[in-house]
């Protein structure tokens, strides 16, 4: 599925990290960018570094999708537009023992990781399907794959994300609407910033750029691939945690 026929894609998160670079790179390519963030700021610089850069449109909004009314707003503002590609990006996690965790903080990441990734995912597939053409990539992780102490419930909504997106997949292939689940691994983004908060970040080793994740998600998006998981250290931490290892020995092992 060539992105050369498709016109415009929207990019939930672009202001920062594995997001942003999804909107320079699809711009690099002809595509004109809808991009969403809560930060203006950055929101603003990347339009602006577009625009000079590959002088496709881009259009930003700044919007929280933890607030359903927000979502539903966003939906709405961009009606008229034909969107090709869906990029559900925006996510975040959150890193400590389940019990320490707010549960409103928790319920915000379901919000964002999970249920704004379903309206848009549905609305957007609805449109696809009439046009029979179109495409979604979701943004899931390698954390996706497994039960993981401490990343507790990130890991569970990234694996929500994993298998909505193989199912998708499945059912859209008919309708000439491709889905693509990227799982990343650690990755050189303000995430861990997010998720450790005070905790030291230099224990979680070395980092991927962000640009390697999204050039590959975008390469094996063109050849129909239905999983990308950038990276051969993390095929092989994927690999091994499902096929040689139980659930229960992974669990265990890394509460430590
Ligand atoms: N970095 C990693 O190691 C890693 C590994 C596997 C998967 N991932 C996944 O990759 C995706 C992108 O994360 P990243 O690594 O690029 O981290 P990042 O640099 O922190 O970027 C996260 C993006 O999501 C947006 N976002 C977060 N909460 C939001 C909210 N409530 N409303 C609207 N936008 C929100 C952020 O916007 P603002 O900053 O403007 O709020 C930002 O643009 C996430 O889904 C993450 O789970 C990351």
């Given at each position: 599925?060539?992105?050369?026929?498709?016109?415009?894609?929207?990019?939930?998160?672009?202001?920062?990290?594995?997001?942003?670079?999804?909107?320079?790179?699809?711009?690099?390519?002809?595509?004109?960018?809808m991009?969403?963030?809560?930060?203006?700021?950055?929101?603003?610089d990347?339009?602006?570094?577009?625009?000079?850069?590959?002088?496709v449109?881009?259009?930003?909004?700044?919007?929280?999708?933890?607030?359903?009314?927000?979502?539903?707003?966003?939906?709405?503002?961009?009606?008229?537009?034909?969107?090709?590609?869906?990029?559900?990006?925006?996510?975040?996690?959150?890193?400590?023992e389940?019990?320490?965790?707010?549960?409103?903080?928790?319920?915000?990441?379901?919000?964002?990781?999970?249920?704004?990734?379903?309206?848009?995912?549905?609305?957007?597939?609805?449109?696809?399907?009439?046009?029979?053409r179109?495409?979604?990539?979701?943004?899931?992780?390698?954390?996706?794959?497994?039960?993981?102490p401490?990343?507790?419930?990130?890991?569970?909504?990234?694996?929500?994300?994993?298998?909505?997106?193989?199912?998708?997949?499945?059912?859209?292939?008919?309708?000439?609407?491709?889905?693509?689940?990227?799982?990343?691994?650690?990755?050189?983004?303000?995430?861990?910033?997010?998720?450790?908060?005070?905790?030291?970040?230099?224990?979680?080793?070395?980092?991927?750029?962000?640009?390697?994740?999204?050039?590959?998600?975008?390469?094996?998006?063109?050849?129909?691939?239905?999983?990308?998981?950038?990276?051969?250290?993390?095929?092989?931490?994927?690999?091994?945690?499902?096929?040689?290892?139980?659930?229960?020995?992974?669990?265990?092992?890394?509460?430590?």
């Amino acid at each position: 599925m060539g992105l050369e026929n498709f016109k415009w894609a929207i990019v939930t998160g672009g202001s920062s990290g594995i997001g942003r670079e999804f909107v320079l790179e699809l711009s690099k390519r002809g595509l004109n960018v809808m991009a969403t963030g809560r930060d203006e700021k950055r929101l603003k610089d990347l339009e602006k570094e577009v625009k000079e850069k590959f002088g496709v449109e881009i259009v930003t909004h700044v919007v929280d999708l933890s607030l359903p009314q927000n979502v539903k707003k966003f939906v709405q503002d961009v009606s008229e537009f034909e969107i090709d590609l869906l990029v559900n990006n925006a996510g975040f996690g959150l890193y400590d023992e389940f019990v320490k965790l707010e549960l409103e903080e928790i319920e915000n990441m379901i919000e964002v990781n999970v249920k704004t990734l379903t309206i848009l995912s549905h609305h957007f597939a609805r449109k696809m399907v009439e046009r029979q053409r179109g495409g979604i990539i979701n943004v899931s992780s390698i954390a996706g794959y497994i039960p993981l102490p401490y990343f507790n419930a990130y890991a569970a909504t990234k694996a929500y994300v994993y298998n909505l997106s193989l199912a998708l997949w499945a059912e859209l292939k008919k309708y000439g609407v491709h889905v693509l689940c990227v799982s990343p691994g650690p990755t050189k983004t303000r995430f861990f910033e997010r998720a450790f908060k005070s905790q030291d970040l230099r224990t979680f080793g070395s980092l991927m750029d962000p640009r390697r994740v999204v050039t590959g998600a975008l390469e094996a998006f063109e050849k129909r691939r239905p999983v990308y998981v950038p990276g051969f250290k993390n095929r092989l931490i994927v690999m091994v945690t499902r096929k040689l290892l139980s659930d229960r020995l992974i669990a265990r092992f890394m509460a430590g």
